[in-house]
């Protein structure tokens, strides 16, 4: 994600996420290294990683299609959970994206296990996260337990922007934070903004995020 965000802000132009919603090795097909089937708590964090990166926009592969399985929407209009989570998930998307749009976007820090190529957590992030969770480097198929991704997004005149997300799609966490001021959070369904101080606690489920803002 990280590199789709460095290349598209290069070139001057916004991208999208295409991210995997279902398996087209079904059945005598699969194996072990077959795409397996996200379940809710998975598309909510590729949906709101997705944001973090400051995406346009989301789609997924497939809604509905002959030869896969675990789609959005199987072959009879039944649709399944993912369903379900996605008709807020994707409120949430587009009410985060409208806010960010037109910010700068400053960088992406990892707290924790981070990806190949990754930054790892530091003062440029502006926020200080307890608990700290060790650093190192995720290994191949290795999930993201405990662990936190913080962007930033700044522009001239305008306050910084943060997104906090819990990479950890297993369980909710409570993070305690401390800002360099204090903060407001804002309620991506209702679209209103909240203030919480300079050091508060922060419950994020699991895979979700929450999208803070730096006062004067």
């Not at 209009?77 to 009410?95: C, H, I, Q, S, W």
């Not at 806010?99 to 190529?117: D, E, N, S, V």
């Not at 700044?154 to 401390?178: E, F, Q, S, W």
């Amino acid at each position: 994600m990280g590199i789709i965000r460095q290349c598209a802000a290069a070139m001057g132009i916004p991208f999208w996420n295409g991210v995997q919603a279902c398996s087209w090795t079904p059945g005598k097909l699969a194996s072990p290294s077959s795409p397996r089937i996200p379940g809710p708590d998975e598309m909510r964090y590729l949906v709101y990683t997705t944001a973090a990166y400051g995406a346009h926009g989301i789609y997924y592969y497939v809604y509905c299609r002959k030869g896969h399985v675990g789609s959005i929407v199987a072959l009879d209009g039944t649709p399944d959970a993912k369903y379900e989570a996605l008709k807020t998930l994707n409120r949430e998307f587009v009410a985060i994206a409208k806010i960010l749009y037109g910010l700068r976007f400053k960088g992406a820090y990892f707290q924790g296990l981070h990806p190949t190529g990754t930054t790892p957590y530091c003062e440029q992030a502006l926020l200080e996260i307890a608990p700290e969770t060790p650093y190192a480097e995720v290994q191949p198929l290795q999930e993201l337990t405990d662990t936190t991704l913080v962007t930033r997004f700044d522009a001239p005149g305008k306050p910084t922007h943060l997104m906090v997300v819990n990479c950890d799609y297993r369980k909710d966490r409570t993070l305690h934070i401390k800002a360099p001021t204090a903060a407001e959070r804002f309620d991506a369904l209702a679209g209103t903004w909240s203030p919480v101080g300079a050091e508060f606690d922060l419950l994020i489920v699991r895979g979700g995020g929450a999208l803070l803002r730096l006062t004067k």
